[in-house]
C-alpha cells in the first residue's frame, strides 16, 4: 500500500472520528455517518434514540411460494430478517438496520448472487460524489464497513451485511442495505447458499 493510500485512509478515518465526537468510526457501506436529525436533508425523519427491532414470528406461506433453495424476508417496518430453511425445519429471526429514508429503500424480490467472507468495500458513485474525501477502497478487517461476512444481492449496490458499529442495528443507518451484527451475518452466512430467494417489503 502507498503512503498516499496509507494518508488518504488515516485522513478519512479521522474525519469519521471528529465527526462523531471522537466516537467510534461508524460503518460506511451504503451508510451515512450521522443521524437524520443532524442532516437537513432527512429533516422529516423522527430522530433516533433507541435501537428498535420487532421481534414477532412469521409464516413463509404469504410471502413465497415455496421454500426452494430457502428464504429471506427482511420486514424494513420492523426492521427484522427472517430466514426459513429449504426443508421449513429451520427458521430463525435477526434484528436488522435499516436504509435511512424511503427514498433509499428498495423492496421486491431478489436473491443471493453471491457470498463473501471478508469482503472488501468501495463508495457508490453516488456516495462518492456526496462525500469526495471517502477512500476508494477498504480491504477486509476491523475498518471495512461490511463486518465480516457480506450476502451480495441481485441488485446492483445491494448487500446483507455485517457491521462493526453495533449502533446501527435497529436503526436506520443505511444507503439501501440491510445490516446484521457479524455473530448474525456469520450464522446466515453459514446457512444460506448462492440462489437463496429474498424479499424486502
Request: proline share 8%.
Amino acid at each position: 500500500m502507498g503512503e498516499n493510500t496509507k494518508t488518504s485512509r488515516r485522513g478519512f478515518l479521522a474525519t469519521g472520528a471528529a465527526a462523531l465526537g471522537g466516537a467510534a468510526m461508524p460503518a460506511w457501506s451504503q451508510s451515512e455517518p450521522f443521524a437524520p436529525e443532524t442532516r437537513p436533508e432527512l429533516q422529516g425523519e423522527q430522530p433516533v434514540k433507541h435501537n428498535i427491532s420487532s421481534f414477532r414470528s412469521l409464516q413463509w406461506e404469504p410471502y413465497f411460494g415455496s421454500l426452494k433453495n430457502g428464504a429471506i424476508l427482511v420486514d424494513t417496518t420492523s426492521r427484522a430478517l427472517h430466514y426459513w430453511s429449504e426443508d421449513g425445519t429451520d427458521y430463525r429471526l435477526f434484528p436488522t438496520s435499516v436504509p435511512l429514508s424511503e427514498e433509499l429503500t428498495r423492496r421486491g424480490r431478489t436473491s443471493i448472487v453471491r457470498k463473501v467472507d471478508g469482503p472488501s468495500w468501495s463508495p457508490t458513485p453516488s456516495m462518492k460524489i456526496r462525500n469526495p474525501e471517502w477512500p476508494d477502497y477498504i480491504g477486509p478487517g476491523p475498518d471495512n464497513p461490511l463486518g465480516t461476512h457480506a450476502l451480495y444481492l441481485s441488485w446492483t449496490y445491494y448487500r446483507i451485511h455485517g457491521t462493526h458499529d453495533t449502533r446501527k442495528i435497529g436503526r436506520r443507518s443505511s444507503n439501501g442495505c440491510i445490516g446484521l451484527f457479524n455473530e448474525h451475518i456469520a450464522e446466515l452466512f453459514g446457512i444460506t447458499k448462492v440462489g437463496t430467494q429474498v424479499l424486502l417489503i
